[in-house]
């Protein structure tokens, strides 16, 4: 079984300062792990993803995440906010077998000030 | 990149009405494609998984009878929703995996499609 946690639903920061969006996860084997980013009325759009490669991934728009196994951990950071980061973010978690639903974190909902 | 192309994103129509959404692969092919309903402020909630050539996979409380999937290409992936009433208004989702069925291969969504029924 496998499960996604966001530790917070919503996070404000001003404009230029660093973003931290934490989550963590639990699954009984090496998951696959992404983040996917939601502006209102839309669909989601990947960011970055984990696959067992390397523990730090960049991402889009100057994302990344580190993938860290003991403390079973996969934040997402950005080191300046920009106004168009004002959006919803998703964790998710995928099994590696062939038909893998999709594990969602609960979404944490980021504001930018200027 | 993979794109997913769904249509349309907005529909207001009467309660009583059937509605189609449909959900393409652009540029490659989907042998299983994904629908998700979201509500307001809350995260996706997997409805079903189509199969190109197949029988969908209904997740449980879904009513396949009300939510028909039809996965006619490698493609396309049609959602209809039937006799729509007010309580199946909602945000509705697709998504397709491309690079094979592998678990470490990420999911491209649509842009969703707004449903609201008077």
């Known amino acids: 079984a496998q499960s996604v946690t966001q530790l917070d639903s919503h996070v404000s920061v001003s404009e230029g300062t660093p973003v931290l969006l934490r989550c963590n996860y639990s699954s009984s084997y090496s998951p696959s792990l992404f983040w996917y980013v939601q502006h209102p009325n839309k669909g989601l759009q990947l960011l970055l993803k984990y696959t067992s490669a390397a523990t730090l991934v960049k991402g889009i728009n100057g994302f990344e995440a580190e993938f860290k196994k003991s403390e079973t951990s996969f934040h997402l950071t950005k080191p300046s906010a920009h106004m168009s980061d004002a959006a919803e973010y998703f964790c998710?978690?995928?099994?590696?077998?062939?038909?893998?639903?999709?594990?969602f974190g609960a979404g944490t909902q980021v504001v930018v000030t200027p | 990149g993979a794109v997913v192309s769904q249509h349309p994103s907005w529909v207001i129509c009467k309660s009583g009405t059937s509605v189609k959404i449909e959900c393409r692969s652009l540029?490659?092919?989907?042998?299983?494609m994904f629908w998700y309903r979201q509500f307001p402020k809350q995260s996706l909630m997997l409805m079903a998984t189509s199969n190109e050539g197949s029988k969908a996979t209904y997740e449980q409380g879904v009513e396949k009878d009300k939510f028909l999937i039809n996965h006619a290409s490698l493609t396309l992936s049609t959602l209809t929703v039937t006799s729509a009433h007010p309580e199946d208004s909602s945000f509705y989702i697709c998504?397709?995996?491309?690079?094979?069925?592998?678990?470490?291969?990420?999911?491209?969504f649509g842009d969703g499609t707004r449903l609201s029924i008077l």
């Open positions: 998710v978690v995928s099994p590696t077998d062939s038909w893998g639903k999709l594990q």
């Open positions: 540029d490659f092919q989907a042998t299983t």
């Open positions: 998504s397709a995996r491309d690079g094979g069925t592998g678990g470490n291969q990420p999911q491209h």
